[in-house]
T-cell receptor
Framework: GAVVSQHPSRVICKSGTSVKIECRSL??????MFWYRQFPKQSLMLMAT?????????EQGVEKDKFLINHASLTLSTLTVTSAHPEDSSFYIC???????????????FGPGTRLTVL | GENVGLHLPTLSVQEGDNSIINCAYS??????FIWYKQESGKGPQFIID?????DKRQGQRVTVLLNKTVKHLSLQIAATQPGDSAVYFC????????????FGSGTQLTVLP
């Protein structure tokens, strides 16, 4: 099946620093990737849609200058949390869309998530 | 905006029994639905999907039922096992939205020994 990886799985940083999270589709090409955040015992909230070779589309209320997204290739998207603060502590999850052209199902496959803790 | 919601936040079943997890959606334009399983500290795992031109789809030990008349989706798990304990989310994709997904609030399934 389709595999999506994320790195790092956990990160602890000091307030004011920036953190980069990588999302990779390992066995398929993804022109579209999505970034979500999830607070404890809550559902996934879509932050932005990342399109290869173009600017990301952010959901209402998500600061694009704070959450920088780069989708430089068909298998890699990165999310950088700039000047992180304690309220940014959350579980960040990416997904990659397999459009089904290579025989798979046209659906989203999720990474294992990154637990960010800002001190 | 429109949301996908779940009827029950928690569900406990005995090992070996069948589980039914329900989901209500409100966007009548949605044409694609997915059930995901999320274990603690992990990302969602695809279980099964269904398109709006179907009302039932079966997988291995799982069945998804779609009732478009009442905008209701359910996930049935046969012979529930301890490894099925997790949070289950339904997600919908409104037609024409480039495959963005809207997630429901989730149901915590606990399998009792």
């Amino acid at each position: 099946g389709a595999v999506v990886s994320q790195h790092p799985s956990r990160v602890i940083c000091k307030s004011g620093t920036s953190v980069k999270i990588e999302c990779r589709s390992l066995d398929f090409q993804a022109t579209t990737m999505f970034w979500y955040r999830q607070f404890p015992k809550q559902s996934l909230m879509l932050m932005a849609t990342s399109n290869e070779g173009s600017k990301a589309t952010y959901e209402q209320g998500v600061e694009k200058d704070k959450f920088l997204i780069n989708h430089a290739s068909l298998t890699l998207s990165t999310l950088t949390v700039t000047s992180a603060h304690p309220e940014d502590s959350s579980f960040y999850i990416c997904s990659a869309r397999d459009n089904g052209l290579a025989g798979g199902a046209d659906t989203q496959y999720f990474g294992p998530g990154t637990r960010l803790t800002v001190l | 905006g429109e949301n996908v919601g779940l009827h029950l936040p928690t569900l406990s079943v005995q090992e070996g029994d069948n589980s039914i997890i329900n989901c209500a959606y409100s966007n009548s334009a949605s044409d694609y639905f997915i059930w995901y399983k999320q274990e603690s500290g992990k990302g969602p795992q695809f279980i099964i999907d269904i398109r709006s031109n179907m009302d039932k789809r079966q997988g291995q030990r799982v069945t998804v039922l779609l009732n478009k008349t009442v905008k209701h989706l359910s996930l049935q798990i046969a012979a529930t096992q301890p490894g099925d304990s997790a949070v289950y989310f339904c997600a919908e994709n409104p037609s024409g939205s480039a495959r963005q997904l809207t997630f429901g609030s989730g149901t915590q399934l606990t399998v009792l020994p």
